[in-house]
């Protein structure tokens, strides 16, 4: 259990200060735009939560597809760094169970993503809350923004419990995927991008569904099941990728 858990630390040596580098500047980026233009955010917590959304959206966005990037690089990083692959050829770890362990330390990071963009809008919710007239805002306003606008029901999901696990599901496939996709184009598929493309556009997806029936949440999770499933397969079961 201690190689493996050194495979994770590994993991984390390589590029976990660069994940929270990202994470804050993220933070520090958003809380510049709402300063910026709070003024425009009457209606964000009482009206139209559209306001917000639009503002502020691309800018998770933008370093999610960063975080995705970190994640491939780091999948990587056996080939392309002598020291990480020497520390793995000593630990006689096998190359699979290496890939197992980036996939968990890519999914680690995508639920700290996802944990810390919740904080920082409940952060800025709160906040706007505070700058508004005490007369016009009540204890259930900054929850009913969370009903209201996609972006953030599905940040916090509130009592549709469906959408935390479909959420998590796709999270986790999506890190599944980055942590195979050089694995897989190291065995000569010219398709080991198709994965991690897909998971992020179901992730896309989601995030502008609003409060809605348990199905389309089942659903998700049977996608994000179904990533996973097709990724194991060719890397673990069909000959073609055998070593």
Same mark, same amino acid.
């Given at each position: 259990?201690?190689?493996?858990?050194?495979?994770?630390?590994?993991?984390?040596?390589?590029?976990?200060?660069?994940?929270?580098?990202?994470?804050?500047?993220?933070?520090?980026?958003?809380?510049?735009?709402?300063?910026?233009?709070?003024?425009?955010?009457?209606?964000?917590?009482?009206?139209?939560?559209?306001?917000?959304?639009?503002?502020?959206?691309?800018?998770?966005?933008?370093?999610?597809?960063?975080?995705?990037?970190?994640?491939?690089?780091?999948?990587?990083?056996?080939?392309?760094?002598?020291?990480?692959?020497?520390?793995?050829?000593?630990?006689?770890?096998?190359?699979?169970?290496?890939?197992?362990?980036?996939?968990?330390?890519?999914?680690?990071?995508?639920?700290? =993503?996802?944990?810390?963009?919740? !904080? #920082? /809008?409940? +952060?800025?919710?709160?906040? @706007?809350?505070?700058?508004?007239?005490?007369?016009?805002?009540?204890?259930?306003?900054?929850?009913?923004?969370?009903?209201?606008?996609?972006?953030?029901?599905?940040?916090?999901?509130?009592?549709?419990?469906?959408?935390?696990?479909?959420?998590?599901?796709?999270?986790?496939?999506?890190?599944?995927?980055?942590?195979?996709?050089?694995?897989?184009?190291?065995?000569?598929?010219?398709?080991?991008?198709?994965?991690?493309?897909?998971?992020?556009?179901?992730?896309?997806?989601?995030?502008?569904?609003?409060?809605?029936?348990?199905?389309?949440?089942? =659903?998700?999770?049977?996608?994000? !099941? #179904? /990533?996973? +499933?097709?990724?194991?397969? @060719?890397?673990?079961?069909?000959?073609?990728?055998?070593?």
């Amino acid at each position: 259990m201690k190689k493996h858990l050194s495979v994770l630390a590994l993991c984390a040596r390589n590029n976990l200060h660069t994940v929270i580098g990202l994470l804050c500047a993220m933070c520090a980026s958003e809380t510049l735009v709402f300063r910026l233009n709070w003024n425009k955010y009457l209606t964000y917590l009482t009206v139209d939560c559209r306001t917000f959304e639009d503002t502020l959206h691309w800018v998770p966005q933008l370093c999610f597809v960063f975080l995705m990037l970190l994640m491939i690089q780091l999948s990587s990083s056996g080939d392309q760094n002598h020291s990480t692959g020497y520390a793995l050829r000593r630990l006689r770890i096998p190359e699979k169970t290496a890939v197992l362990w980036k996939a968990v330390y890519n999914v680690v990071c995508l639920l700290l =993503f996802w944990a810390v963009q919740t !904080a #920082a /809008v409940l +952060g800025l919710g709160y906040w @706007y809350t505070r700058l508004l007239d005490p007369q016009s805002v009540s204890a259930q306003t900054l929850f009913l923004a969370f009903y209201r606008d996609p972006f953030l029901h599905n940040l916090l999901p509130l009592g549709n419990w469906t959408r935390y696990y479909c959420i998590a599901a796709l999270l986790a496939a999506a890190g599944f995927s980055a942590s195979l996709m050089t694995y897989k184009l190291r065995r000569g598929s010219r398709y080991g991008w198709i994965m991690p493309l897909f998971s992020c556009i179901l992730l896309g997806v989601y995030f502008r569904q609003g409060v809605g029936h348990w199905s389309v949440d089942v =659903f998700g999770v049977l996608a994000a !099941a #179904a /990533v996973m +499933g097709v990724d194991a397969f @060719y890397c673990w079961e069909n000959a073609y990728y055998e070593e």
